[in-house]
């Protein structure tokens, strides 16, 4: 990468980034290891990567990879070259030019911005080791009601402080969580923009437009009032406990519930029942009004036993129906074999009774 940041001075540093990795920039300090002493040359950086991570309240987190390849001789010493790095309480090298362009981009688009949450890490494997810097550079992107827009702060005052990637050098840009890529300068791969070095960047074409759904970042004091405000909640619990009970209430009525549930002043203080007798002489007048015409024989014949106490004479229901003789003693058989009715010959006559009910006390 090489930041420009204007003036003669700024330039002069930057150079020096891309001219002289880190690695070298630490051994060159007072605090040379032994090694480095014995004329053996450092390490050498491979590739430095440059890892972009939109968040979706417009902060970046930077994330920024030298990685070394190392022989046998040079594993101990990287590792104590990165326990230097670690605990470094200076700039260090990168750092101080993200800051200069944090600056220059701050001042073009008029947010403030800052570099905050730095850290250092180093880790060393099989024949490699990585120097890792990582910071969060506030206000990096545009938040609007449906986008995110990345662009305008890589920008700075002659131009843009991000304006080449060298052959060793790679740039990854990704997107905030839950986001997609609306517009971007070049293609997308899973999300992702990735531009590989050697190459060059002209003012204003890093620029992408991540849209999603925008999380809701406003304080308390600052949510919209509801129609519940002012009212407490011992009255809105209230309101919801009412409603449900005007809900029960019609739905038992709506389902037939209701009739399982014993009637208001069902007993008066006589004790007599009189809801009960009135709900029975209903029951009696809705019995009296069903029309005869629309029951079948059979149901025509228990009706008349239910009128007359379980049992009657086929003599009456011959009279009672005007139906023959010949049609009744059918119809009378039939609803016996079937289980309906009970034939009782007494004498001359047939004695017409409900299954099981009790005819010893019949009254001729």
């Known amino acids: 990468m090489t930041p420009r940041v204007s003036g003669a001075l700024l330039l002069l540093v930057l150079f020096a980034l891309l001219a002289t990795p880190p690695l070298a920039t630490a051994a060159a300090t007072d605090d040379i290891p032994a090694q480095q002493t014995t004329g053996t040359p450092a390490p050498v950086a491979e590739n430095t990567t440059f890892a972009l991570q939109i968040q979706s309240n417009g902060d970046a987190k930077w994330t920024i990879t030298d990685t070394y390849a190392l022989d046998e001789t040079e594993t101990e010493w990287f590792r104590d070259t990165g326990e230097q790095f670690a605990e470094e309480d200076g700039e260090g090298v990168w750092l101080p030019a993200f800051r200069e362009a944090k600056d220059e981009a701050s001042t073009v688009t008029g947010r403030e911005m800052e570099i905050t949450d730095v850290e250092r890490r180093y880790e060393v494997s099989d024949r490699k080791g990585q120097l890792i810097l990582e910071f969060t550079w506030t206000n990096f992107a545009v938040v609007t009601d449906e986008n995110i827009v990345v662009g305008d702060a890589f920008n700075s005052t002659d131009g843009t402080w991000f304006g080449t990637l060298t052959a060793d050098q790679r740039f990854v840009i990704s997107p905030p969580s839950g986001y997609g890529v609306e517009s971007a300068p070049s293609a997308v791969d899973d999300g992702k923009l990735v531009f590989e070095g050697q190459r060059t960047f002209e003012p204003g074409y890093l620029s992408v437009v991540y849209t999603g759904e925008q999380p809701d970042t406003r304080t308390p004091t600052e949510a919209p009032e509801s129609i519940f405000s002012g009212i407490g909640s011992a009255w809105i619990g209230g309101v919801i406990l009412m409603v449900l009970l005007v809900g029960a209430v019609g739905y038992m009525f709506k ?15 006589d004790g007599d029942d009189s809801t009960g007798t009135a709900a029975q002489a209903s029951d009696t007048g809705t019995s009296d009004d069903v029309d005869v015409e629309l029951l079948s024989d059979e149901e025509r014949v228990e009706r008349l036993l239910e009128e007359n106490g379980g049992r009657m004479k086929q003599a009456r229901i011959v009279s009672e129906t005007g139906w023959s003789n010949a ?11 079937e289980g309906r009715i009970d034939k009782l010959r007494i004498g001359r006559e047939n004695l017409i009774s409900f299954p099981d009910e009790d005819i010893t006390d019949f009254d001729e």
Do not use: F, I, R
């Open 255 to 269: 389902t037939g519930y209701t009739d399982a549930l014993p009637s208001v002043g069902a007993e008066n203080d």
């Open 327 to 337: 049609k009744v003693s059918q119809l009378l058989s039939s609803m016996d074999e």
